[in-house]
């Protein structure tokens, strides 16, 4: 017969802010257990009495019964003892602030079904109310200042609950107990919406009123769970060309915001897996296959993709339903260049630029959060589809990611665009959310605040910073840093790539590293960008790259990629007559252009020369005149792959050279001249050019493994964003046998470089 005993368990995970703590309540009460539960900054702590064999039970279900939101990374008994406690019941008790900080932040989440339904409910007394939410939904991360989780540490701690909340609140049989953002119209956040004349509406009349604006056609800057957005009608093409003037964006593509998943498959085709990634909690931005003519070209103009979310907020449903509309574009809230707008003061003294009204509300955004954006790939010879972050934000940060190894106190700045920041703590490194670019001031100061934000979240004190070799990186000439104790650690950009996917992958040894991206600060001192690398953690050496292109002006080439298109034109035939002849697009410019971009690169003014595969992709697409003058990074990249259609089949493609260290790609260049001149249709020169580069990845990393023995291989860097590179690489290389791994949870641009910048500096720490 099973005796009495007492129990002290500890869980770990994302157990705060997600109903854990009622949900041990009922489950212990249902077990005939005593005792109780709290949380604490290391996560949740109970003591429970009662049958040793029911206590076995109890302690497995508190992981395989915990609630959809929760992330239960252990449950430990960190004591045991014989006989009952002195508890008559189990009751849930206040929490406790002392101690080490190691409760996992919860990221924001959408709105359950629950809520939706009483949303919807007229004799619900929060029907229609904007900011409804219980324990298995609403904001977390972006109203959090400190932890534990409780409402005194939120953005939420200036409402007061009314009595009918606060009993919510306080029952542990409630749905809402102990949600920190509960409250209800009479308590809690209020809608309001100001117009260009200055006009102040509030609650129902402010959300009608921008229903009618944005189905009158006009612009509305609407705050959301992390930031504001930019809105208007995506069936109104007339709309659409409005927000694209005025937000100064003519290419670059719209996300969309769709009603429910009737209207979803309307527009795009989409697979159960890519519903379900759709449907998840995080509720991201998903790239989808577009179905032909469903939706103006002008959300996504020269795209085969649609960037499609589900409504993330209550007042989202409430929009679309009172608008009529089933899709709107839901872009983000900034003027260009600066980080998504979210305080209220910034969004009605900068917004009006661009939106006719704005739609905001009293609940203060702690965190700016913009959204994340995913993509799921399939191939016939790949077991699982693959998801690729193309930004990793709302819903996914701050968790972190779990490396399998201690790891020393550092703080990781990550590099210049698109940037994130990473701490660690532990065997886990919290990767924050899409920062941006840190050229201008804004941005700038969001980095470091969001450092400081995480570091006091969970009280780390980093021992040094980390920051990538370039000299011209604001983060690295600035160091200002967070309160580092130790002297900075820097780290070469390709090698953290390439540790950034080793690391989410938990892998340990010697890999290749397949490293392409658009510019990197190299270990010689020049840039690079085409990499073939050998090494780990602590060190990697450079195997074999791209040979270097020049790129004419510098850094305007990445917006002008016609000057990378005439540099690489020089290159394979020698002289700018032979070039013009070859590519009617470097025949089109101007001969003044054309003869001081080949005297620039000649005399080598202005003109470095880098091994970039991302400028090699910018050139090939300025040479068949898919877009010769960018409005964003990697235009060109993007509008080429996008002549593939998502159509992932290999063909010949074009022939590189080789020799032991370099990859030389003049013949490819005169393979493109010699279709364009015999009339080959453009989507097949991609196809040719994609194809090319994948032979060639396989060719190099089965040579480089014949010399080293290596067979474990990482693919990383922004131009394996690239889906038909990425999942052709993949199951290129497993079909050689290779054990061959990219990214699953952060992106392979430099959104997920501070994780390898931060395992790298650790490793050289303990060397």
């Not at 102990?178 to 919406?193: E, I, K, T, V, Y």
């Not at 819903?395 to 972190?400: C, L, S, V």
């Not at 700018?576 to 620039?600: K, N, Q």
């Amino acid at each position: 017969m099973s005796e009495q005993a007492t129990w002290t368990i500890r869980v770990t995970g994302v157990v705060q802010g997600v109903g854990y703590r009622p949900f041990v309540y009922k489950l212990a009460r249902e077990r005939r257990l005593t005792g109780w539960v709290r949380n604490d900054p290391e996560g949740v702590l109970i003591e429970a009495s009662g049958l040793e064999s029911v206590l076995r039970v109890f302690g497995e279900e508190l992981a395989t019964k915990a609630p959809e939101l929760a992330r239960v990374d252990g449950v430990v008994a960190v004591n045991r003892s014989a006989g009952a406690s002195r508890a008559t019941e189990f009751e849930i008790v206040h929490s406790a602030h002392t101690g080490a900080k190691a409760a996992l932040v919860p990221a924001d989440t959408h709105v359950c079904s629950d809520c939706l339904a009483e949303l919807n409910d007229p004799a619900d007394r929060r029907y229609r109310y904007p900011f409804i939410n219980c324990t298995n939904c609403g904001p977390r991360y972006s109203i959090i200042r400190a932890l534990p989780y409780d409402r005194s540490q939120t953005t939420m701690a200036s409402f007061v609950m009314c009595g009918r909340c606060d009993r919510e609140y306080r029952d542990p049989m409630s749905r809402r107990f102990h949600a920190q953002p509960n409250a209800c119209a009479d308590c809690g956040p209020r809608l309001f919406l100001v117009d260009r004349q200055g006009t102040l509406l509030e609650g129902e009349e402010a959300l009608r009123r921008c229903a009618r604006e944005l189905a009158a056609g006009r612009v509305a800057a609407i705050k959301s769970v992390g930031g504001f957005h930019l809105a208007v009608d995506a069936r109104n093409a007339e709309s659409v060309a409005l927000l694209r003037k005025r937000k100064r964006r003519d290419s670059k593509p719209f996300a969309v915001m769709v009603r429910d998943l009737a209207a979803t498959h309307r527009i795009v085709e989409m697979s159960p897996a890519e519903e379900a990634v759709l449907r998840s909690p995080a509720r991201p931005i998903l790239l989808a296959r577009k179905r032909s003519g469903a939706i103006p070209e002008g959300v996504a103009p020269r795209s085969p993709n649609l960037g499609l979310m589900l409504p993330s907020a209550p007042h989202h449903h409430l929009l679309l339903d009172e608008s009529g509309l089933d899709t709107v574009v839901m872009t983000s809230g900034n003027i260009s260049g600066y980080p998504i707008v979210h305080r209220n003061e910034d969004a009605l003294g900068q917004l009006f630029e661009i939106a006719d009204v704005i739609l905001y509300h009293d609940r203060d955004i702690e965190v700016r959060v913009d959204d994340s954006v995913v993509r799921l790939s399939s191939h016939p010879e790949l077991e699982d589809p693959v998801l690729t972050f193309l930004r990793r934000a709302r819903g996914y940060a701050p968790y972190p990611v779990e490396i399998g190894r201690p790891l020393a106190p550092l703080v990781a700045y990550g590099a210049e665009l698109k940037t994130t920041v990473a701490l660690s703590a532990g065997s886990r490194v919290f990767l924050s959310q899409h920062i941006g670019d840190l050229k201008n001031d804004e941005t700038y100061a969001s980095h470091r605040k969001t450092a400081a934000h995480l570091a006091s979240l969970y009280d780390l004190r980093p021992a040094a910073g980390v920051y990538d070799m370039h000299p011209q990186f604001r983060s690295t000439t600035a160091q200002e840093g967070i309160g580092e104790s130790g002297d900075p650690v820097f780290v070469q950009h390709h090698h953290a790539h390439m540790a950034s996917c080793m690391a989410e992958n938990r892998l340990t040894g010697q890999a290749i590293g397949v490293v392409f991206d658009g510019a990197g600060y190299g270990g010689d001192g020049t840039i690079w960008g085409g990499e073939f690398l050998v090494g780990g953690f602590e060190r990697a050496e450079r195997a074999r790259h791209l040979r270097r292109l020049t790129l004419i002006g510098g850094d305007r080439a990445v917006y002008e990629p016609i000057r990378t298109a005439v540099s690489v034109a020089l290159d394979a035939f020698g002289d700018i007559d032979t070039a013009v002849m070859a590519f009617p697009a470097i025949g089109r410019l101007e001969p003044d252009r054309r003869h001081v971009y080949s005297t620039m690169r000649a005399r080598g003014v202005n003109s470095p020369e880098v091994s970039s595969m991302g400028r090699l992709f910018d050139a090939v697409a300025a040479l068949v005149d898919v877009c010769s003058y960018a409005e964003y990074e990697a235009q060109g990249p993007i509008e080429l792959e996008g002549l593939l259609g998502r159509d992932l089949g290999l063909v010949d493609g074009y022939e590189f050279d080789y020799t032991t260290t370099e990859v030389d790609y003049r013949p490819v260049i005169r393979a493109i001249a010699a279709d364009l001149d015999a009339g080959v249709p453009i989507p097949e020169i991609s196809r040719r050019f994609h194809s090319g580069v994948v032979t060639m990845v396989r060719r190099g990393c089965r040579e480089i493994s014949r010399a080293t023995g290596i067979r474990q291989v990482v693919l990383s860097g922004g131009v394996f964003l690239n889906e038909f590179l990425l999942v052709n690489c993949l199951a290129t290389l497993e079909r050689d046998d290779f054990e061959v791994y990219g990214h699953r949870q952060v992106p392979p641009n430099d959104g997920g470089i501070a994780l390898g910048q931060l395992v790298v500096a650790d490793s050289r720490r303990g060397a």
